[in-house]
């Protein structure tokens, strides 16, 4: 008998990737989470079920892990089918074009280089591949015309380059530099040039990752 649960008020950010207001107390009856620090609770779902129209994610209770439990009531919620939704999402034929089926949210289209750094992150352990994942959906959700470009090791997002991604095979985790000097609760490793640098090195850093790259310095007109 599957059991099922409810999260309303959800919004989606990136393909498999919401924010919801959870309180931190239901949070904690979703499963013992793995970590707690931070201002966001982190939880995976496999196979959630959105509905965009109501706002509301329903999922099987025994499908959840929490990752991070915060401090507030914002939840980032990622679907465990994140890597075949960001591949079904590349391929960038021609799509229906009456829109999004009733109920779903409109995908984001990733380009070349998008699919190129999703690739690097493949070999990551489950649940770092999903945050990795839903950095570089979030950066191409608030870039939609952009592309990562391939500049060595780095990808840089082009054509404003406001964040360069590397993504670390051995360590398993992302190396980020983001225009700006930005006020973050990650380490910053290093200032130079007008950008700041920082590691995606645990899935409970992601709120704090995403947090920063949305307080990355943009060009006018992007």
């Excluded at 352990?125 to 090791?153: C, K, S, Y």
């Amino acid at each position: 008998m599957r059991i099922g649960a409810t999260i309303s008020n959800v919004t989606q950010l990136a393909p498999s990737l919401w924010e919801a207001d959870v309180a931190p107390s239901n949070v904690r009856q979703l499963g013992n989470p793995a970590g707690e620090i931070g201002a966001h609770s982190i939880v995976m779902i496999d196979q959630p079920e959105f509905d965009a129209g109501e706002g509301e994610m329903r999922f099987a209770i025994n499908a959840v892990r929490v990752l991070n439990l915060g401090s507030t009531d914002r939840a980032i919620l990622i679907g465990a089918e994140a890597s075949s939704q960001a591949g079904a999402t590349a391929d960038c034929g021609p799509q229906n074009a009456s829109g999004p089926a009733s109920g779903e949210a409109p995908a984001v289209r990733l380009g070349l280089g998008d699919r190129q750094l999703l690739q690097k992150v493949q070999q990551f352990p489950e649940e770092m591949r999903q945050a990795a994942e839903g950095v570089i959906e979030h950066v191409r959700a608030l870039d939609p015309t952009g592309d990562f470009q391939r500049q060595n090791n780095r990808f840089v997002n082009r054509r404003d380059n406001f964040v360069a991604i590397e993504a670390q095979s051995q360590k398993k985790q992302l190396l980020i530099n983001v225009r700006g000097k930005i006020e973050t609760k990650l380490k910053t490793l290093s200032t130079f040039n007008g950008y700041t640098a920082f590691k995606l090195a645990t899935p409970s850093d992601l709120p704090a990752v995403l947090n920063a790259i949305d307080s990355a310095t943009r060009k006018q007109g992007y």
